[in-house]
């Protein structure tokens, strides 16, 4: 079984006076690692949340394929009040089920929420409050719930900024290794040379496609971020 591919099909986005995303025609392959990159407010994070449902936007967006589970998403790091008293496994019950948090994840999510933070490096750490964490490990818990369960779709806006090179590797494997299974992976990333390593396709994008193509092509194309 394989991800879906994504379709965006001359996709604008304007807010308030500015033009965000531009007649944007892009295909992601199903099963792909896609890296999305390109200049501060160039658009990534707008095209990712239009695909999310989150930003109004003109022209469409669809999934081709296969698509039984949630998708999953690690959003960019937000501001956290470290004093909300919310522990690693409220949070995890809070984003990834629909029954009230109160109630706590059921007993098999427990279980699968258990698993994906052994897989972020964040084993035995359900218990502690979330705005204990370091900026990294608060990096990994929102990992470790976008693949509880595992998503035949991945989106990751920026989720090694700010980690340690321990856990940057541990994230590259972990996404290599969902890439192998099958996931589709679109990931928006300011590291070329962590690009280079492990996406096969890209797309650069300031308001525009710039490029679109093979990862190995991005030195060649690199007048185009700039
Ligand atoms: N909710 C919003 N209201 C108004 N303008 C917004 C909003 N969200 C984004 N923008 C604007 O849209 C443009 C693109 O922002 P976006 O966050 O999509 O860029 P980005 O490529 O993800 O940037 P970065 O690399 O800095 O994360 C910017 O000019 C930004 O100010």
Sequence with gaps: MRGPAIVFDNVCLRLGGTQVLDQVNLRIEAGALHCLVGPNGGGKTSLVR??????PHSGTIRFEGEFTTPLGYVPQLPDFD?????TVNDLMALLGQRRPAFLGASRAARAANDQALERTGMAGMGKKPFGSLSGGQRQRVLLAQAISPMPWLLILDEPTAGIDEAGVRLVEALVTELNTRGVTIL??????????RIAQSVTVINQRVLFHGPAEQIDSRLEVIR
Excluded at 50 to 55: D, H, R, S, T, V
Excluded at 82 to 86: E, G, T
Excluded at 187 to 195: R, S
């Design 50 to 55: 239009a695909l999310l449902g989150q930003m």
């Design 82 to 86: 470290r004093n909300v008293p919310m």
């Design 187 to 196: 990931w928006i990333n300011h590291d070329l040379e962590q690009v280079k």
